[in-house]
């Protein structure tokens, strides 16, 4: 079974462009996320769908970076205009999240490889 | 919000010998604990978590200890070998999932280095 596919895997840019990323869940996950990790620091979440509806977004930079995941698949991240600090790798996760319940609670999150941006 | 700390940044230890990684937590309600594993370049893959109706949980040379009261939880690596390098994530969640899915906050990561 494939894994979470995510592309580029590597983009450089010039500051003030835009910018697009990919993801393809595992097939049949619900649940999807996409991450920014910093350099020596911990993924930290932007965005996350069920379906097609992002149900927090509060992590977002609505100002430059949108999000979407028209038919409850795929999914594209934008960031329009890239800035310096946006340099990070930008992970993709998903899961498989059913009706919730005390022991349902906890369901691993799958992650891609990342694509790496520069912003020079 | 979920405050996650994790301690130390970095660990050096000889093979065979145990590692230990602690993490703290702010949120009470938080009910899941999982550890990932990134080695360099690489994704990040659970390789064990733990639910709150339970302390510990092992799978081979990989435990994790669960302390409710103290909000904190260790990730416990035995006779450690040299393919265990890599940086270690502990998350938490932040509070109970509502609707499904898990807002997980990460820690700052801990760079285990296995000496021969």
């Known amino acids: 079974e494939a894994g979470v596919v995510q592309s580029p895997r590597y983009k450089i840019i010039e500051k003030k462009q835009p910018v697009a990323f990919w993801c393809n869940p595992i097939?049949?996950?619900?649940?999807l996320y996409w991450y920014r990790q910093n350099l020596g620091q911990g993924p930290e979440l932007l965005i996350r769908?069920?379906?097609?509806?992002?149900?927090?977004d509060s992590q977002l930079p609505k100002d430059r970076f949108s999000a979407e995941r028209l038919k409850g698949v795929d999914s594209t991240l934008k960031i329009q205009p890239a800035e310096l600090g946006d340099s990070a790798v930008y992970l993709c996760?998903?899961?498989?999240?059913?009706?919730?319940?005390?022991?349902?609670?906890?369901?691993?999150?799958?992650f891609g490889p990342g694509t790496r941006l520069t912003v020079l | 919000g979920e405050n996650v700390e994790q301690h130390p940044s970095t660990l050096s230890v000889q093979e065979g010998d145990s590692a230990v990684i602690k993490c703290t937590y702010s949120?009470?309600?938080?009910?899941?604990f999982p550890w990932y594993k990134q080695e360099l370049g690489k994704r990040p893959q659970l390789i064990i978590d733990?639910?709150?109706?339970?302390g510990e949980k092992k799978d081979q040379r990989i435990a994790v200890t669960l302390n409710k009261t103290a909000k904190h939880f260790s990730l416990h690596i035995t006779e450690t070998q040299p393919e265990d390098s890599a940086v270690y994530f502990c998350?938490?969640?932040?509070?109970?999932?509502?609707?499904?899915?898990?807002?997980?906050?990460f820690g700052t990561g801990t760079q285990l280095k296995v000496e021969l």
């Open positions: 996760a998903s899961s498989l999240v059913g009706p919730w319940s005390v022991y349902s609670v906890g369901n691993e999150q799958f």
């Open positions: 097939s049949g996950h619900n649940t």
């Open positions: 769908y069920e379906n097609e509806e992002a149900v927090d």
């Open positions: 949120d009470s309600a938080s009910n899941y």
């Open positions: 733990i639910r709150s109706n339970v």
């Open positions: 998350a938490a969640p932040k509070g109970a999932p509502t609707g499904g899915g898990n807002k997980l906050t």
